[in-house]
């Protein structure tokens, strides 16, 4: 019994270890959203729905910059992102086109971590990676588009840490470029700021 007790220890310990510097986040929040094309099909008889929404998942890892000084950290966060779905309907026949976009952000930052029941800091460079879908339904000869695009951004925020497991923060954001078009047409455009309420948890 001893030795069954001394090895579940040391496999919690060494799980510990193994998952130190690791985080999860699920974040709420809006952005930019400029649905072009929808708008310029949104005459008499139709009806647009902007969605303005996003919603996030996002896993990061975290590590000293400085061995001196544990509170200088550098991180990487990789997250994937649901923004609100843009929607056209016309309605003397109920068909709608819609518009729903994906993204892969992915960051590279600096932190000054102040610990537990303090402030900390972010800020950092990334690429994203978006795919954006417009379909037709109800629509003769209806189709499904789709695009994939690939762009800038710089983000940053700042956190307050309740405890060594958990924290609760504000994310901000700004994509450069995030224009999708297709054919002449944009069929989505995510360029712009953007942020968003992100609960924190550490491993």
Not at 152 to 164: K, L, N, P, S, V
Request: avoid cysteine; aromatic fraction near 12%.
């Amino acid at each position: 019994m001893k030795k069954l007790m001394l090895a579940v220890i040391a496999v919690a310990v060494m799980s510990t270890a193994s998952f130190a510097g690791f985080g999860a986040a699920v974040k709420l929040g809006a952005g930019e959203n400029d649905p072009k094309s929808l708008k310029d099909l949104n005459v008499g008889g139709t009806d647009l729905t902007e969605g303005y929404g996003v919603f996030s998942l996002e896993g990061l890892y975290e590590m000293p910059f400085d061995a001196a000084d544990e509170a200088n950290k550098i991180g990487a966060k990789i997250g994937f992102d649901f923004y609100g779905e843009n929607e056209l309907k016309i309605n003397a026949t109920n068909a709608k086109i819609t518009e729903d976009t994906y993204a892969f952000p992915i960051t590279v930052y600096y932190k000054r971590d102040n610990g537990v029941k303090n402030v900390s800091f972010w800020a950092g460079p990334g690429v994203t990676f978006m795919r954006t879908e417009l379909e037709a339904s109800g629509i003769p000869g209806g189709d499904k588009e789709h695009k994939n695009k690939t762009f800038f951004h710089i983000a940053g925020g700042a956190e307050y840490r309740f405890t060594e497991l958990s924290a609760l923060g504000l994310d901000l954001r700004y994509n450069f470029g995030a224009k999708v078009k297709k054919d002449g047409a944009v069929l989505s455009d995510r360029s712009g700021f953007g942020g968003a309420v992100a609960a924190r948890f550490y491993f």
